[in-house]
């Protein structure tokens, strides 16, 4: 039971546990995830269920502009705290 306990402690070390840090990589991968979906959608043939991963594509805009919007937050709250 305690192993998770041990590779979340292991991966903090790895990271360096800073909040900032990972709030930063959170923005950057929504952000990435946003680019990319509307790259493959933009460049897609033929609509949804084709095979040619728009509707993929569409999902990944959501779910990208959703890690944005949650490493923002993040950011903040890390800002917030340095601060205190």
């Known amino acids: 039971m305690g192993?998770?306990?041990?590779?979340?402690?292991?991966l903090r070390r790895l990271t360096g546990g800073d909040r900032r840090h990972r709030a930063v990589t959170a923005l950057?991968?929504?952000?990435a995830a946003v680019v990319l979906a509307a790259v493959v959608a933009a460049t897609a043939d033929g609509g949804v269920g084709t095979g040619n991963g728009l509707g993929g594509a569409y999902v990944a805009v959501v779910v990208?502009?959703?890690?944005?919007?949650?490493g923002s937050l993040a950011l903040a709250r890390a800002r917030r705290a340095r601060s205190e």
């Open 64 to 70: 990208g502009l959703i890690s944005t919007a949650i």
């Open 28 to 31: 950057a991968a929504g952000v």
């Open 3 to 10: 192993g998770g306990r041990r590779r979340g402690t292991a």
